[in-house]
């Protein structure tokens, strides 16, 4: 059997979900000539020093399974790796809806994350996914699970069927989003097999970044206590960095900002402008790198950041911590009200691309009153105008209740939960102490100062 049609035929029989058959494809395994007997579960692979086999389903009977050779697999190579490609005809994919040219990795994870909890349902990815905005989507889509009998809670949706039960506008439920994050999940142990990260390359700085950071440092000799230039400084670094390692195997596991703009760099660079106690504006600068060892003459300014980082740290996160339970509690008999207390006033704003995100849920003030945007399409109307949004800031009810419309409908949902949001303010600040820690990146960006400062 060809390998093409070996992988699609295991796919179909869900093997992506047994861990060990997909590290037998994708990996060069030696086990014990006869393991196989012992468990010969169907598609199982068996690698040999000549060729690899398969244990074939549709040959001989349960009890005395026989071994189909995976023809186009070359012994002495794994069966398959994650970048090859395969051209994928739409009837092989459930959620396939045109022919595709992908890699054997892509149509594994199309499998495992989409296919095996939405069948259909959710549009085959290509190319790098990200997780975070596949998740997005799924949530979009999911409701609740639907009833289970007829006396089951009466609130719960009945199953859709029909034609609406199908095609990539379906519902998804509960019950299979928490298959797709098991998936998601289970990527994970696959690791060692797609990025790997410790290769020659990632283990070493590039060759001659020294020599292009003492350039840099001469060529800017008199403006080093400026925070931009060395921002500037560090930016051809990361980019001169980058550059060495493209088309590495470990560039696949360099995928965040943090890995190159503070690890990498401070590791084989220049460890940079160190803020100790106080913020990136006002540091000094660390022209060497770890790599190179410690530069004695800047110990202060290293233990104040190692200081900064451990004990300020601490103290910090038990600060936002604090901040939460005290907000919690001068906020814990406030509640939405179901009136309109017909302010006129609220926050004023010019809809752009960047804030329109605030206004679905919330009300705009009009000449006649307000008006309602409930979704993401109405919102899109005010582009480019200027606006006031009605905000609790401008609530005019009694005592400490707010009105549905200042409070909007996300708020007004959990009408007596506005200690809830309200405590969030204090999870800020702890995130942004616990998050200092982890180091921070010191770089220009635009500002535009009129946004700024309404
Ligand atoms: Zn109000």
Known sequence: MDKRTFFLKAMAAEEYRRRAWVISAFSQTRE?????????YPWRIVQTPAAHFFVDPEKGTDRNRELTAIDDAKAGEPPFTFREPIDLKV??????????????????????????????????????????????HVLKRTIDEPEASADSDAKRPARVTGPAAKGLEAPL?????????????????????????????????????LEL????????????????????????????????????????????????????TRLFSMMGMEAGFGDLTRADLVKTSLAEGWDISKFPAMNDTLRAG????????????????????????????QEDCGARLGLEMTVDEDNIYKLP??????SGGHEKIDSEEAARKYLGKKIMLRSPMFCTLAKTDYCSVCAGTRLS??????SVAISDYGSTF?????GAMHGKVLETAKMDYSKAIT
């Open 213 to 264: 950071r003492n350039r840099l440092l001469e060529q800017n000799r008199d403006h080093l206590d400026d925070p931009a230039v060395v921002a500037g400084i560090m930016k051809e670094l990361v980019k001169y960095d980058k550059e060495y390692l493209k088309g590495d195997e470990g560039a696949n596991f360099l995928i965040t900002k943090k890995s190159w703009d503070v690890v990498r």
């Open 91 to 136: 009837a092989e994919v459930p959620n396939l809806h045109r022919d595709v040219r992908t890699t054997y990795g892509n149509t594994l994870f199309n499998f495992l994350v989409l296919v095996y909890p939405f069948g259909d349902r959710v549009e085959f990815q290509l190319g790098r996914v990200s997780a975070a905005q596949l998740e997005e």
């Open 173 to 209: 439920y509960t019950s299979e989003y928490v298959k797709f994050s098991n998936a998601m999940f289970q990527l994970t142990a696959f690791t060692q097999l797609c990025v790997p990260a410790v290769t020659r390359k990632t283990m070493q700085a590039a060759p001659g970044i």
């Open 430 to 434: 702890m995130g942004l102490s616990l």
């Open 32 to 40: 014990n000539p006869e393991a196989w007997k012992a468990d010969p």
């Open 361 to 366: 849920g919330s009300s705009v003030v009009t």
């Open 310 to 337: 451990s004990y300020k740290r601490g103290a910090e996160t038990a600060l936002g911590g604090e901040l939460v339970k005290w907000l919690l509690r001068v906020s814990a008999n406030l509640g939405v009200t």
């Open 413 to 418: 949902l959990n009408p007596t939960a506005l």
